[in-house]
């Protein structure tokens, strides 16, 4: 199976190098069929850049018209375009075809080769800014490109800037000890890190992540997502091989990347320094783990035999703060009691400062959560970590899941796995593949959430290799010993096949104009 198909519209590099070939090695592990659009020639080796030419203009567009009819893109990537005939070329089949339907564009911004030779004149720059990136969907410049396309030098770390909706700043080429990425996007923003790979191959890391995010939204991803596979797949073709030449060796990604956990990359919202230290704790959360609103329940779900119980206490449209934070101590110290009793763990969730006033030793928090708290906050919440309290995140997505890497928590929850009505969201139900990939991806145990109805399903998130498996409402419906021996169905037996790729999990709309 060939997969979506995507066009790049690029230079061919005669060193095979970057360009084309490393455009064709990205779209082999991804898994898409890719169909090369030569806009430039360069006469190159693996040290320099000697002569670059321009495809005339009538040949590219006699190339991209063979295409049209027969094999449309997805999604468009640019890369080296030669000049500005060229790139009004591009422009003008972008528009024809965005008529028949949504074609997404990432342009690789290929201003100045890694050698040291500028590929762009200041009426290109112009051609660039005022025609090409009003279209883009993406725009993955790296740090001098991103300054040159802002007309400061400055990289800009507001999509805005450059008038396009997702920009993500490549930093591989940068010193320190992480690799580290800048992506703004309607999905997410931050600092996109893995540590650094020292690597004599590495000729073509910007086309190859290019064309990976390329990729990854033609499979259905949106953008915050397809950046992180194009992190992945990029990092998986660095290497210390011998090159072939006398300089940098080509990046050559391998397809089986995406079941790799050490590519999985973490997402900071500040500027990272080090790579985050993992947590040790695991074993509190496994099993069953329970979720209600009432302390005076979570104390008989311990008594009944449960590990894990998590109070989710929600406040009152218009409740007051004083009576609010009295309601909710009161709900916290039966539940907390009972915990201990039955050598236990309670988990808050939310409202950590309170809990942890209260003595709660675990505490849940939603990606929302941590994105309202400010630095004091995180502070804060790195404090108290740091004396023992244990942290469990919320994850729906693969951006989600790289900002739990940044946090290092005790736990992940991965959901929701079936489809629920417990909270609206718009997430689409993950599934057991998905749970499958999570588990052997994250950094942390997974815990599988949603749409948990009944005892056998518990087994079927076992067999995927989670941790534990989340109850909400079917606690009400079946006795607790009920759900104890569903997860005991799963017998210990192997976990369920990795599968290969992870399923989106929201809709992509936000990937094509």
């Known amino acids: 199976m060939?997969?979506?198909?995507?066009?790049?519209?690029?230079?061919l590099d005669s060193g095979g190098g970057a360009g084309l070939s490393a455009d064709q090695r990205a779209a082999d592990a991804m898994g898409v069929h890719l169909c090369g659009v030569a806009a430039a020639l360069t006469a190159q080796n693996s040290v320099a850049v000697e002569a670059v030419h321009a495809v005339p203009a009538e040949q590219l567009d006699a190339q991209l018209s063979a295409l049209a009819h027969d094999l449309p893109p997805a999604v468009i990537k640019t890369?080296?375009?030669?000049?500005?005939?060229?790139?009004?070329?591009?422009?003008?089949?972008?528009?024809?075809?965005?008529?028949?339907?949504?074609?997404?564009?990432?342009?690789?911004?290929?201003?100045?080769?890694?050698?040291?030779?500028?590929?762009?004149?200041?009426e290109l720059l112009q051609a660039y800014r005022d025609e090409l990136l009003p279209r883009a969907t993406v725009v993955t410049p790296n740090r001098r490109e991103a300054g040159r396309l802002a007309g400061d030098g400055e990289p800009p770390l507001q999509a805005s800037r450059l008038g396009v909706e997702t920009v993500c700043i490549t930093g591989g080429d940068e010193g320190g000890p992480l690799a580290i990425d800048w992506l703004a996007s309607p999905q997410a923003s931050g600092w996109l890190a893995l540590p650094r790979r020292d690597a004599r191959n590495h000729h073509?890391?910007?086309?190859?992540?290019?064309t990976a995010l390329a990729a990854a939204l033609?499979?259905?991803?949106?953008?915050?997502?397809?950046?992180?596979?194009?992190?992945?797949?990029?990092?998986?073709?660095?290497?210390?091989?011998?090159?072939?030449?006398?300089?940098?060796?080509p990046v050559r990604p391998r397809a089986g990347f995406i079941t790799e956990p050490g590519l999985l990359p973490a997402l900071f919202e500040e500027l990272p320094a080090a790579w985050p230290?993992?947590?040790?704790?695991?074993?509190?959360?496994?099993?069953?783990?329970?979720?209600?609103?009432?302390?005076?329940?979570?104390?008989?779900?311990?008594?009944?035999?449960?590990?894990?119980?998590?109070?989710?206490?929600?406040?009152?449209?218009?409740?007051?703060?004083?009576?609010?934070?009295?309601r909710l101590a009161a709900e916290i110290r039966p539940a907390l009691e009972a915990a201990r009793r039955h050598g236990a763990t309670l988990v808050v969730n939310d409202h950590w400062q309170t809990a942890v006033a209260l003595g709660v030793e675990a505490v849940h928090l939603g990606q929302e959560d941590l994105l309202a708290l400010d630095e004091a906050g995180r502070q804060a919440l790195a404090g108290a970590?740091?004396?023992?309290?244990?942290?469990?995140?919320?994850?729906?997505?693969?951006?989600?899941?790289?900002?739990?890497?940044?946090?290092?928590?005790?736990?992940?929850?991965?959901?929701?796995?079936?489809?629920?009505?417990?909270?609206?969201?718009?997430?689409?139900?993950?599934?057991?593949?998905?749970?499958?990939?999570?588990?052997?991806?994250?950094?942390?145990?997974?815990?599988?959430?949603?749409?948990?109805?009944?005892?056998?399903?518990?087994?079927?998130?076992?067999?995927?290799?989670?941790?534990?498996g989340c109850v909400v409402r079917g606690l009400l419906q079946w006795p607790a010993q009920d759900w104890l021996d569903g997860w005991r169905l799963a017998g210990g037996g192997p976990p369920r096949a990795l599968p290969g790729w992870p399923q989106p999990s929201l809709g992509a709309a936000a990937s094509a104009r």
């Open 2 to 11: 060939s997969g979506p198909v995507i066009w790049s519209v690029a230079g």
């Open 79 to 122: 890369g080296l375009l030669g000049g500005v005939a060229q790139l009004r070329v591009l422009t003008r089949w972008v528009d024809r075809l965005r008529e028949r339907g949504p074609v997404a564009l990432v342009v690789d911004p290929v201003l100045r080769a890694s050698t040291g030779a500028s590929f762009a004149s200041d």
């Open 204 to 210: 073509g890391t910007g086309c190859c992540f290019a």
């Open 218 to 249: 033609a499979k259905g991803f949106v953008p915050a997502d397809a950046a992180v596979l194009a992190k992945m797949l990029t990092t998986s073709g660095l290497s210390d091989a011998p090159p072939p030449g006398e300089g940098a060796g």
């Open 277 to 326: 230290a993992r947590a040790a704790s695991a074993g509190a959360f496994m099993g069953v783990y329970g979720i209600t609103d009432s302390g005076a329940h979570a104390a008989a779900l311990f008594g009944d035999g449960l590990n894990t119980v998590q109070l989710r206490i929600k406040r009152a449209d218009g409740e007051a703060e004083a009576p609010w934070q009295t």
């Open 385 to 468: 970590r740091a004396g023992g309290l244990q942290l469990g995140l919320s994850s729906h997505s693969l951006w989600e899941l790289a900002r739990c890497v940044a946090w290092a928590p005790d736990y992940i929850a991965c959901g929701p796995v079936w489809p629920t009505l417990t909270k609206a969201m718009p997430w689409r139900a993950q599934g057991l593949g998905n749970l499958a990939w999570w588990a052997a991806m994250s950094p942390a145990p997974v815990v599988g959430i949603g749409g948990v109805l009944a005892p056998a399903q518990l087994a079927q998130i076992a067999a995927s290799g989670a941790a534990a």
